[in-house]
């Protein structure tokens, strides 16, 4: 699976982005999808998952409320939707797929695409 993120940039604290991350593969359907970041200086952290085999969503605790993931499977791309930004939330994006029923806590995933950068001003 190849993975290519798109839709950051610069955007003022409370605003809005949409990134976008295109995936290869006539299985995209079979996978969960996430999106991870990684701030200057710290390590790369989960944000958001989307297991097909669970039919379930999963957030960390701090973009609960205000990024939501989701998919089309027949444009093989997964969305995060990310509303009230933050300045905390400024980092590298990275969107991810594993084959398997990940789960949050079970580490990185399989398959990684490039970053996306997403800078919040304050």
């Known amino acids: 699976v190849q993975l290519q993120a798109s839709g950051g940039g610069l955007v003022q604290a409370g605003g809005s982005l949409r990134l976008s991350c295109a995936a290869s593969g006539r299985t995209f359907s079979r996978y969960t999808m996430g999106w991870f970041r990684q701030a200057p200086g710290k390590e790369r952290v989960f944000v958001a998952a989307?297991?097909?085999?669970?039919?379930?969503?999963y957030y960390a605790d701090s973009v609960k409320g205000r990024f939501t993931i989701s998919r089309d499977n027949a444009k093989n791309t997964v969305y995060l939707q990310m509303n009230s930004l933050k300045a905390e939330d400024t980092a590298v994006y990275y969107c991810?797929?594993?084959?398997?029923?990940?789960?949050?806590?079970?580490?990185?995933?399989?398959?990684w695409g490039q970053g996306t950068q997403v800078t919040v001003s304050s």
């Open positions: 989307d297991n097909w085999r669970r039919g379930s969503t």
């Open positions: 991810a797929a594993d084959p398997g029923d990940w789960l949050p806590g079970r580490g990185g995933m399989d398959y």
